[in-house]
């Protein structure tokens, strides 16, 4: 997972470094629309439904997984906490992003029907789900929770 988060990290480098060496009108509306783009992207691992049960369930670590959409407010809203206590929590917590409206069979047997929806998993069992926005501070006392 470090490599992978090495690599989106060297990705966005270059992408910026290029998108700086544009013109300045081209550069302004490349990097507005570059922007929207990586609120979307961010730092923890896409999953699909035909990883999941080898990214997911058989995770050496605990893991948490945010059900989400690209369309979704509140799924934005929580990006910048997701991709902060991804960095936090590190070699402790693997950190999955699911798109529901591409990977259907997992959210239904799951019994996603809002999001975000966020799963904790342990053992390949899921032992905590919480919907909606939440504070940083929740989350953190979930996680803490689960890794005692």
Same mark, same amino acid.
């Given at each position: 997972?470090?490599?992978?988060?090495?690599?989106?990290?060297?990705?966005?480098?270059?992408?910026?470094?290029?998108?700086?060496?544009? $013109?300045? $009108?081209?550069?302004?509306?490349?990097?507005?629309?570059?922007?929207?783009?990586?609120?979307?992207? @961010?730092?923890? @691992? %896409?999953?699909?439904?035909?990883?999941?049960?080898?990214? #997911?369930?058989?995770?050496?670590? %605990?893991?948490?997984?945010?059900? /989400?959409?690209? /369309?979704? +407010? %509140?799924?934005?809203?929580?990006? $910048?906490?997701?991709?902060?206590?991804?960095?936090?929590?590190?070699?402790?917590?693997?950190?999955?992003?699911?798109?529901?409206?591409?990977?259907?069979? #997992?959210?239904?047997?799951?019994?996603?029907?809002?999001? %975000?929806?966020?799963?904790?998993?342990?053992? +390949?069992?899921?032992?905590?789900?919480?919907? +909606? #926005?939440?504070?940083?501070?929740?989350? #953190?006392?979930?996680?803490?929770?689960?890794?005692?």
């Amino acid at each position: 997972m470090k490599s992978e988060k090495l690599v989106r990290e060297s990705l966005h480098f270059s992408l910026f470094t290029f998108l700086f060496s544009l $013109p300045t $009108p081209l550069t302004s509306s490349i990097l507005l629309a570059t922007s929207i783009i990586l609120l979307i992207v @961010t730092m923890a @691992t %896409p999953v699909t439904d035909a990883e999941f049960s080898a990214k #997911v369930l058989k995770s050496p670590l %605990p893991a948490l997984v945010d059900f /989400w959409a690209p /369309w979704c +407010g %509140p799924c934005k809203a929580m990006i $910048p906490i997701f991709d902060e206590l991804s960095a936090q929590y590190e070699g402790k917590i693997a950190f999955f992003k699911m798109n529901v409206d591409d990977n259907t069979d #997992v959210s239904q047997q799951f019994n996603v029907m809002s999001i %975000p929806t966020f799963i904790l998993f342990k053992n +390949g069992e899921a032992v905590d789900t919480f919907i +909606g #926005v939440q504070s940083k501070e929740a989350i #953190v006392a979930k996680l803490d929770a689960l890794l005692k």
